[in-house]
């Protein structure tokens, strides 16, 4: 009962991190591109 707890857990975790990442990704898109925008 209690592993398999654990890896929902750990399951849980690596969404978060990949949720994460991509946020951080779509942060540096949006920054690319108001900068594109401003050098036209």
């Avoid at 690596?14 to 036209?40: C, D, G, M, P, W």
């Amino acid at each position: 009962m209690a592993s398999g707890f654990y890896y929902d857990l750990r399951e849980v975790g690596i969404i978060t991190y990949f949720i994460l990442a991509f946020a951080i990704l779509l942060e540096f898109v949006a920054i690319r591109v108001k900068s594109n925008l401003k050098a036209v």
